[in-house]
């Protein structure tokens, strides 16, 4: 748990500079809010996918590890 709210801090960080870059950056605003617009929608993508692998992995590792108890109970039968 530790690891993931560092890792969250990072997260969140890095949007923050990303955000305050963009914000100094010399764009006009409508150009500037297409950006973000985009840039957001990419992260969010991303966290999506990285949602779906972890789901994925996690529910790998539960059956790898039924697998593994059904053997040592039959072992041990």
């Known amino acids: 748990m530790r690891t993931g709210k560092v890792l969250l801090g990072i997260l969140g960080?890095?949007?923050?500079g990303v955000v305050i870059g963009m914000?100094?950056?010399?764009?006009?605003?409508?150009d500037l809010r297409?950006?973000?617009?985009?840039?957001?929608?990419?992260?969010?993508?991303?966290?999506?996918?990285?949602?779906h692998s972890s789901k994925e992995k996690a529910?790998?590792?539960?059956?790898?590890?039924?697998g593994k108890?059904?053997?040592m109970k039959n072992d041990l039968s």
Do not use: F, M, Y
């Open 13 to 16: 960080a890095a949007a923050a």
């Open 23 to 30: 914000l100094c950056a010399p764009e006009k605003g409508s």
């Open 34 to 51: 297409k950006k973000i617009r985009n840039t957001t929608s990419d992260w969010a993508d991303q966290v999506n996918d990285l949602l």
């Open 59 to 66: 529910e790998e590792l539960a059956h790898e590890a039924k």
């Open 69 to 71: 108890v059904n053997k």
